[in-house]
């Protein structure tokens, strides 16, 4: 990124609040307030990357407090400067305007912690520069978001040295997020951010597939149902058919627990789901088509605790061949993964018995 010389200024913003949600079982974090959290994921993560890239020489302007001066004195970088300072519970109108503030202070590119919300709200300060999303919300269907902390940091490296100089508008998502609660996904495109053009930005928005072969894919899973074992059968229409079948009630964008073929419970939490899992579980998971998430992104509620007390070898992923088609990989994004077993593979039921070798990417 050519900054004429000198060093390059960098706005970065936490949105405290992002992430929340899943602490109480939400599907989004939107009406939830700073109070409300007992902790903030968003602040924690802005303190890792900060801690990853202290020995980058550029000038950081924030916001004060929870939404960047906490990562900053608790990562112990202390070059930087404060171009907004927000007062009381840290609301969307902050958001907008530290965006400003920080646009109008000369920052050449943005880095935010957040989720689709967040994006919106840079969206309607009217930033016009390049961000990277840090993914911490609940939910990201937008396509301005790094794959991971990690892939964010990396990208945060190849801008600061001048190695990325190519950049894209990518599309920002407005959600219905009653209607989500509801398990209907009525999405919208609500504008556009400048992103660097790279392989570690999500390119693609949430797509939808038709379910082609979900009825199939269910049958298959029924069959293979052990008794006395719990089967969480995750998000989205093609693990749902699943429940169908079976003539069980479903909640479209949670997790129900199936057992003896029996609906016990729907909805699960993380705390509930963390406490009936163990290797008699079994978890039934289907990629975000367009993006190819398979943990991360709409599943929050599986944490690294329950997938190293599962593992993934009791894990079966599920997806229409159309869906696949589409997908390079599937992608893991899940915090405090680093203690886990990583496969370089893993198989995806497409149809009754037939499965595709797809490589699983954190």
């Known amino acids: 990124m050519k900054h004429e010389g000198r060093m390059l200024k960098v706005a970065l913003l936490v949105n405290p609040i992002a992430g929340c949600g899943q602490f109480f079982n939400l599907k989004g974090s939107d009406t939830l307030r700073l109070k409300d959290c007992p902790k903030s994921i968003s602040l924690e993560k802005a303190v890792e990357f900060l801690e990853e890239v202290k020995d980058i020489q ?15 004195l608790k990562s112990g970088v202390d070059k930087f400067r404060i171009a907004y300072s927000y007062t009381g519970d840290c609301s969307s109108t902050d958001t907008i305007n530290a965006s400003k503030s920080m646009f109008e202070d000369g920052a050449d590119f943005l880095v935010f912690f957040g989720g689709d ?38 990208l945060f490296r190849s801008i600061a040295t001048g190695s990325v100089n190519d950049f894209v508008n990518a599309d920002v998502i407005d959600l219905n997020e009653k209607a989500y609660e509801r398990g209907d996904v009525e999405v919208s495109r609500y504008g556009t951010l400048l992103v660097p053009k790279s392989d570690f930005i999500m390119s693609e928005s949430k797509a939808e597939y038709p379910a082609s072969s979900s009825e199939a894919i269910a049958q298959y899973i029924i069959d293979g ?54 290797q008699d579980t079994r978890i039934v998971l289907s990629p975000i088509g367009g993006q190819g998430f398979l943990l991360g992104r709409g599943n929050k509620q ?31 994004d899940i915090l405090d993964s680093e203690s886990l077993e990583k496969p370089k593979f893993i ?3 497409f149809s009754y018995g037939r499965f595709k070798l797809m490589p699983v990417i954190f």
Request: with cysteine.
């Open 302 to 332: 599986l944490t690294a605790r329950i997938i190293a007390k599962v593992g993934f070898k009791n894990i079966t992923v599920v997806s229409s061949e159309e869906k696949l088609r589409n997908l390079r990989g599937l992608y893991v």
């Open 58 to 72: 550029v000038e950081f302007v924030t916001a004060s407090d929870k939404m960047g001066e906490d990562a900053f």
């Open 117 to 154: 919300g967040t994006a919106r709200d840079i969206v309607d300060s009217g930033f016009s520069k390049p961000v990277i999303g840090v993914p911490l919300g609940t939910k990201m269907f937008s396509s301005v978001f790094a794959i991971s902390v990690s892939r964010a940091v990396q």
């Open 347 to 349: 198989k995806v039921l």
């Open 225 to 278: 149902m052990q008794d006395e074992v719990n089967y969480l059968i995750g998000p989205g229409s093609t693990c749902k058919a699943i429940n169908k079948l079976l003539s069980l009630d479903s909640s479209l964008l949670g997790f129900d627990l199936v057992r003896n073929r029996k609906l016990l419970a729907k909805d699960l939490s993380e705390e509930q789901i963390n406490e009936i899992s163990g």
